[in-house]
């Protein structure tokens, strides 16, 4: 899916664009905030009380992570938003994108064929 990332913004900003969206990335920052919050409250307030800044996004997400189990589904989903340029970068080698997703994560490709038999 990075190479779909890369071409929906002609090779810029890929991790200011996306990364901070996906699922994997938000999780991570739940995780990191509940962590930030639960051990260093105080210290977290104080950085907080001067408004946003660099490190403002660590800190805003609260609750925790989704549950782990439904990372895989979460990813695909978000990776499905691209799934014309995944199909269209996958053809270009020949290949349908969900045989290029089973490949590298087994049992991802039917899924993926699944997301896109539904939405058209």
């Known amino acids: 899916m990075k ?16 990364i901070n969206v996906a699922p994997i990335e938000l999780d991570a920052y739940a995780a990191a905030a509940r962590f930030a919050w639960a051990r260093h409250r105080e210290a977290v307030e ?9 490190h403002e ?8 992570p989704e549950p782990l189990e439904t990372l895989p589904a979460r990813m ?13 970068l996958a053809a270009d080698q020949g290949l349908v994108f969900a045989d290029v997703l089973e490949d590298r994560w087994p049992g991802a490709g039917p899924f993926w064929a699944e997301l896109t038999r539904v939405s058209l």
């Open 76 to 88: 695909l989903r978000f990776g499905h938003l691209f799934a014309e340029r995944c199909e269209r």
């Open 57 to 64: 996004p660590l800190f805003r997400y609260r609750g925790g």
């Open 46 to 54: 104080r950085l907080l009380e001067h408004g946003p800044g660099q």
């Open 3 to 18: 190479p779909a990332f890369w071409d929906k913004t002609d090779g810029l900003s890929f991790g200011g664009i996306f």
